[in-house]
């Protein structure tokens, strides 16, 4: 692969008028997906644009995300997503943050961007379509996205070309097989890296993307149905939302075409994943692989079997590194920690970032060049931790600031929401801890009930009880509130920011129990 655009105009040249893209009843041929980004390549080169560039793309969900980061990139520039699902503000400090003076944007977009960006239209049936400019500039990232930082200021992510490039060249030898006849689901928002995976594993080999709408990628029952309908063969989900697809399929099976099924961005929920090799024993792959944005989507592959979905409590497993990076345990020293026991994941390779956008403190502090096999190189730290097994594979266990400390005692907060998830008559749950007048802090357990009907004083008891014969006393939830569902951020991941406060919620015991009464 010489380049992501010219591997995409590439199958182009080969395959016309193969579809590249569906976007509801639209089906978008290679060429006229080439078509579409030169249009926008017209536009940027009108706006004087030029290779090295920084561009803003603010469009709806639809196939001409596609098109304008072609054009991007072919244009020797870099796109940054500005989804015009954000809020404003957020939108307008990304702009602000990037130093981005261009977007391509859509009249949805039109109100929440600063006034001041020039707009780039698609100039539709441009005879004298333009070749691209220039080769990607090496110092030019293909991307540039921004994610949640722990001081509440996102931090913008620049990966390039390269990094992208290196992480499909690792996963096409040994470990999966994509090739011109799979579809690929585009569920993810193209502000989310995930999208980067499902957008560049259809067009780099030639096959086709299907983009879900919104309104369907709320509803695990059209999705499914999409699924079904349009034979899609590779699914990428966050686990948060595959349980929920899981309950629909046990509810009404389809027939689905299924070749693999990849699960990232979020810790493995074993029970929907052990479920669904019941409901299709051996039907698809599923995969788990763990990874951040600034190690470029992906860093590790682990092909599920029943053995690693098992249990519901302890770490997630999730194989080993892929080919292009490796992986190291770190103490809080920073010296590699034996195997078996738990360290720091650190990150180096060919998908590492070279830092964050404008904040040199930061990449400091989390880049760092380390000699850790007689080489100097830089290595990622990634605040996540995990131990080696004895096979060389890996055991994820969880953020280093999940873990809290209640009256005394540590507690990891994912083993409750384990817990909770294993009971028959709970879809999902989330555990969290909050402080109370005057100063009690109380661990409290979110949770959306598989049937509204049986969100009940009852129910709740139940769980207590539940959590009580499996976990020690100080981890047993002092409250229980139900919710309709979770709330979730834009990429699809749980909103822990938005779970409602215990004060705010209503209701009587229908909405909340307490370990008092049972």
């Known amino acids: 692969m010489g380049s992501l655009y010219g591997t995409f105009a590439a199958h182009a040249a080969r395959t016309p008028h193969a579809v590249a893209v569906t976007d509801g009843s639209e089906q978008i041929t290679y060429a006229r997906l080439d078509e579409a980004a030169a249009e926008y390549r017209h536009g940027l080169q009108d706006c004087g644009v030029q290779a090295g560039d920084l561009v803003g793309i603010s469009l709806e969900r639809g196939w001409e995300v596609m098109a304008a980061i072609l054009a991007v990139l072919s244009h020797g520039c870099g796109y940054v997503p500005l989804d015009p699902a954000y809020p404003r503000e957020r939108l307008r400090f990304m702009t602000e943050d990037s130093g981005i003076r261009t977007v391509i944007a859509g009249e949805t977009a039109s109100g929440l961007l600063p006034a001041e960006l020039s707009r780039v239209r698609r100039v539709a049936g441009v005879r004298q379509l333009e070749q691209p400019s220039a080769a990607h500039l090496t110092d030019t990232p293909a991307y540039v996205i921004y994610t949640s930082g722990s001081t509440g200021v996102p931090k913008g992510v620049p990966v390039a070309e390269s990094a992208v490039l290196a992480l499909f060249g690792a996963c096409v030898d040994d470990l999966f097989a994509f090739g011109p006849e799979d579809v690929w689901s585009q569920f993810f928002s193209y502000s989310f890296d995930f999208a980067v995976w499902e957008m560049w594993g259809a067009l780099l080999f030639g096959g086709r993307l299907v983009i879900v709408p919104a309104k369907t990628a709320r509803n695990p029952a059209a999705f499914l149905d999409l699924l079904a309908r349009e034979r899609i063969t590779v699914l990428n989900q966050v686990p948060s939302y595959f349980k929920y697809l899981v309950r629909t399929y046990e509810r009404a099976a389809v027939e689905l075409a299924l070749r693999y099924v990849v699960f990232g961005g979020e810790p493995l929920d074993r029970v929907s994943a052990r479920r669904w090799m019941q409901l299709r024993p051996g039907a698809e792959a599923l995969i788990n692989m763990y990874g951040i944005t600034e190690t470029t989507v992906h860093v590790t592959y682990g092909r ?137 802090s109380l661990l409290v357990a979110y949770l959306v009930p598989v049937d509204s009907v049986n969100a009940s004083e009852q129910l709740h008891r139940e769980l207590l009880d539940h959590c009580a014969a499996r976990l020690p006393a100080h981890m047993v939830p002092s409250q229980i509130v139900t919710l309709s569902d979770m709330p979730l951020t834009a990429s699809g991941k749980l909103d822990r920011a938005s779970l409602p406060a215990l004060r705010d919620v209503t209701g009587g015991p229908s909405a909340r129990a307490s370990a008092q009464d049972r």
Do not use: C, K, M
């Open 304 to 440: 599920l079997e029943a053995e690693h979905v098992a249990e519901d409590v302890g770490g997630t497993w999730i194989g080993r590194p892929l080919p292009h990076l490796e992986l190291a345990l770190l103490d809080a020293r920073g010296i590699e920690v034996p195997a078996g026991d738990v360290g720091e994941i650190q990150v180096a390779g060919a998908g590492v970032a070279g830092g964050y956008l404008g904040r040199p403190d930061l990449t400091a502090e989390r880049f760092r060049l380390l000699d850790l096999d007689g080489v100097e190189r830089t290595w990622y730290r990634t605040g996540d931790l995990a131990r080696r097994l004895p096979d060389g594979s890996y055991e994820y266990l969880g953020r280093n600031d999940r873990q809290v400390n209640l009256r005394g005692y540590r507690v990891e907060l994912g083993e409750i929401e384990a817990v909770l998830r294993s009971h028959a008559h709970v879809l999902d749950a989330v555990a969290a801890v909050e402080d109370v007048p005057p100063r009690e």
